[in-house]
């Protein structure tokens, strides 16, 4: 069976994970835990435990159970003195933390429960902070306030400065024959994960073919203005290392009037600038993997699903007569 990795964090990498998990492959998902926002952030400061809210999802996205066991985990509080805002399965996996005395053995229990498809590992057994220097020097603290700052970044970075990776983490990386960078935001989901010393070194040195899933929408505060391109850019820039073997980006056309309402949070369309793609060694596919609904814009999980199990396929010689 062929193994994917999924490095990433954030709304996106769920979006993917329910794609691949309808096919017969063996898949592990690499979650940030540099999250410091809401009911994670909480936990996280109170309990002193990792952020719980990206691998909640994550679990939630690969889990093959009843639905209403799913809404359950996902349940938000709305009112409630300390419990507003805090989510159920946020909740469920502090508890799991405190009984079994490690984060790392609490989300493999709770994959149990969830009869989850596949492994979910956090990219460290640790709460990580991520820091944002700004391109006039100011240093920015914490993955929640990064893009609010109103600046320019220039790179991000992690303390402490010795986070290790777990050792399941770095096998699962050495056994991949796919390893897929994404989708999520550039500088907070994805690059947390690729900081993490060993981790990141893990992929370049990795001899599975990389793709790397592009954002379908600029994100005011973290890639105002980038094209695909300056996505890789950016990437290459924090790893010191030409890593990725191929890139999806969106081609297909979107609504006006979607278009006008993220215009109004500074986020566009991300520009499948081929040639600049190309001329930096990948196997570019700009097609229509877009799903468009009630003004919203996400990767639509089949399709990508779909073309990241075709990379797996041998390349085709063709014939000859």
């Known amino acids: 069976m062929k193994k994917i990795v999924v490095i990433g964090g954030g709304t996106g990498l769920p979006v993917l994970l329910r794609g691949l998990k309808q096919y017969n492959v063996d898949l592990t998902a690499i979650v940030t835990v540099a999250d410091d926002g809401g009911s994670s952030g909480r936990l996280r400061d109170e309990l002193d435990m990792p952020p719980p809210g990206d691998i909640r999802n994550v679990l939630a996205a690969l889990s093959d159970v009843e639905p209403l066991i799913i809404e359950l985990f996902q349940h938000r509080f709305e009112n409630g003195n300390g419990l507003s805002g805090h989510s159920l399965g946020n909740l469920i996996l502090a508890a799991m933390t405190s009984i079994t005395g490690d984060f790392v053995r609490a989300v493999r229990e709770m994959g149990k429960v969830l009869n989850v498809r596949g492994k979910v590992l956090p990219a460290a057994n640790e709460s990580v902070v991520l820091h944002a220097e700004m391109e006039d020097g100011t240093i920015v603290s914490g993955e929640s306030k990064i893009p609010y700052s109103g600046k320019k970044i220039k790179r991000v970075f992690l303390t402490p400065a010795n986070i290790e990776p777990l050792d399941e983490t770095i096998a ?70 030409a890593f990725l073997d191929a890139i999806i980006v969106n081609d297909a056309p979107i609504l006006p009037e979607t278009k006008e309402r993220y ?35 996400r990767h639509d999980t089949k399709k990508v699903a779909a073309l990241l199990v075709s990379l797996l396929a041998p390349p085709s010689h063709g014939t000859y007569s």
């Open 172 to 241: 699962e990386l050495r056994t991949a024959d796919l390893i897929v960078i994404g989708p999520g935001s550039l500088y907070t989901s994805i690059l947390p994960n690729l900081l993490v010393p060993k981790l990141g070194e893990e992929v370049c040195q990795s001899k599975a073919k990389k793709v790397y899933i592009c954002n379908v929408m600029t994100q005011a505060g973290e890639t105002l203005n980038y094209t695909a391109s300056d996505h890789v850019k950016a990437l290459y820039d924090h790893m010191a290392c």
């Open 263 to 297: 215009a109004k949070e500074l986020a566009a369309p991300v520009v499948c600038d081929t040639a600049k793609l190309e001329a930096l060694g990948l196997q570019v596919i700009c097609d229509a993997i877009i799903d468009e609904r009630d003004g919203t814009v």
